[in-house]
């Protein structure tokens, strides 16, 4: 099945510091969806993003689907960012997680 | 507009007892998901309904895993025996059919002891 790997595992920053997470892709995907899980567990979907770039406030979204891989930009960070950050690929109808990258960010 | 509701949000039980999670999904959302999620895994699926019908089940552990959707509106996931390694955050989510853009509920903690 798709492989989806995301780099890097583990993440500290100083608040404003501005980070880049990486999610590749094995193979070809309909979507991808990035989710932030908050310290208590909630799963929020923060982008929907096939191909192409998206901005949301401080966080921002790039995907290339022809290389296979998305990044998402945080910039400015704040303690409220802490967390794990999972890309999801939708293969066929179903949606595969990677493992996520936990951000802990410093006040 | 309401969430997806999820209940219990913790349950403690030992092994080979039972457990069922309950799941109401937003209103008009066809589409209803369970994910299981390990801790510091991923969330992997175990079910996904279009409206009260099985889309894909083939990561349910069919031998102690069960669920439905029998009115297409809320659903319920049933373990039977519980095993060690079921000790895990059950999520249940739902989205509009075809947008495939998920809302998740706040999970359901089981530990097996």
């Known amino acids: 099945g798709i492989q989806v790997e995301q780099s890097p595992p583990d993440l500290i920053l100083q608040e404003g510091a501005n980070s880049t997470l990486r999610c590749n892709f094995s193979d070809s995907v309909n979507n991808l969806q990035w989710f932030h899980q908050n310290p208590w567990g909630q799963l929020i979907n923060l982008f929907y993003i096939p191909s192409g770039t998206k901005q949301n406030g401080r966080l921002s979204a790039t995907t290339v689907a022809t290389e296979r891989y998305s990044l998402l930009y945080i910039s400015s960070s704040q303690t409220t960012d802490s967390g794990v950050y999972f890309c999801?690929?939708?293969?066929?109808?179903?949606?595969?997680f990677g493992q996520g990258t936990e951000l802990s960010v410093k006040p | 507009e309401a969430g997806v509701a999820q209940s219990p949000r913790y349950k403690i039980i030992e092994k080979r007892q039972s457990v069922a999670f309950w799941c109401n999904p937003i209103s008009g959302h066809a589409t209803l998901y369970w994910y299981q999620q390990i801790l510091g895994q991923g969330p992997k699926l175990l079910i996904q309904f279009q409206n009260n019908g099985v889309v894909d089940d083939s990561q349910l552990p069919k031998d102690r895993f069960s669920a439905e959707r029998l009115k297409g509106v809320d659903s319920t996931l049933k373990i039977q025996p519980a095993k060690l390694e079921d000790s895990a955050v059950y999520l249940c989510a739902s989205s509009q059919a075809g947008s495939g853009v998920l809302t998740f509920g706040a999970g359901s903690r089981l530990t097996v002891l």
């Open positions: 999801a690929v939708d293969q066929g109808g179903k949606l595969i």
